[in-house]
């Protein structure tokens, strides 16, 4: 099995962030020959999602993405990666992953490091405050609480918490969440945001530790359930994103009636 791959850095921007790297191979073998591989590429390269991408005909792609524990239900980054290895090889603006998802690349950019993703929406309902999660963000010891929630309707969702913008970006992005209680309390991950609605710029921290993820570098898939957090609440449809993450990572979201579209810069760095 050929193991060859590309390796694309997505959600980043000069000086400010790092993004988030994806191995991309173009591969169609078994189920555990991919997790085989992904699980290699992690060991040897400490790069922690691989993608495999399959033609099918014309624009028609299939992308799936690993960690080195699971296969990953919807992965922004390894699909902008996925496509930006696409556009590389061929001379095509647009592709459509997975028989819904399109991704093209910005007709001005004449070097197409920048690509969009659309993602359907996925709904968020405002909630009280889990019980559990009170007592579970801290900054040098001292509890924080969230000022709001949210949920998806899956159970195996999202949980947002919006943190008041009065406090201060630097202790945002030092916020400790106790992660043993994440995963004793629920199969949601756990989404940090803070909004700047004068700047129109939303800080976010992204932590799933249930499924192998302690906190993620930069993510995008996440944005289809935050945004219409924040169009709903905000009435905010077009606003930047940088994920405080220790790597950080940079993107621009629009917000469609139906759809959440992600521009991000994608590098081929291998």
């Not at 922004?76 to 028989?99: P, Q, R, W, Y």
């Not at 900054?139 to 309707?153: E, L, M, Q, R, V």
């Not at 359930?225 to 220790?246: L, N, P, R, T, W």
Request: hydrophobic residues 40%; aromatic residues 10%.
């Amino acid at each position: 099995m050929e193991n060859a791959y590309q390796l694309v850095r997505v959600f980043d921007k000069a000086n400010k962030a790092s993004g988030n790297l994806a191995a991309i191979l173009f591969n169609d073998s078994e189920l555990s020959d991919l997790i085989s591989v992904s699980t290699n590429i992690k060991k040897q390269q400490g790069i922690a999602t691989t993608c495999f991408i399959k033609h099918f005909v014309n624009e028609q792609y299939s992308v799936r993405c690993f960690n080195a524990e699971n296969e990953i239900q919807c992965c922004g980054h390894g699909m902008l990666a996925a496509a930006k290895t696409v556009f590389l090889e061929c001379d095509i603006s647009s592709v459509v992953i997975n028989g819904h998802l399109i991704i093209a690349y910005d007709r001005d950019d004449k070097n197409k490091n920048y690509i969009t993703l659309e993602l359907p929406r996925i709904s968020s309902m405002s909630k009280p405050l889990p019980v559990w999660l009170k007592g579970c963000v801290t900054f040098d010891g001292k509890n924080i609480t969230p000022s709001y929630s949210a949920i998806s309707a899956e159970s195996d969702g999202y949980l947002l918490v919006e943190f008041d913008p009065v406090l201060a970006l630097d202790v945002f992005g030092a916020l400790r969440l106790d992660l043993k209680q994440v995963c004793e309390n629920t199969k949601r991950a756990v989404v940090f945001v803070q909004f700047d609605e004068e700047k129109e710029h939303l800080y976010m921290r992204y932590f799933a530790p249930q499924y192998g993820v302690s906190e993620d570098s930069a993510t995008g898939s996440v944005m289809r359930f935050v945004g219409d957090y924040i169009e709903k609440k905000y009435q905010c449809a077009h606003f930047d994103v940088s994920q405080c993450s220790s790597q950080g990572g940079f993107m621009k979201i629009k917000c469609d009636e139906e759809k959440i579209i992600i521009t991000a810069k994608a590098t081929i760095e291998t």
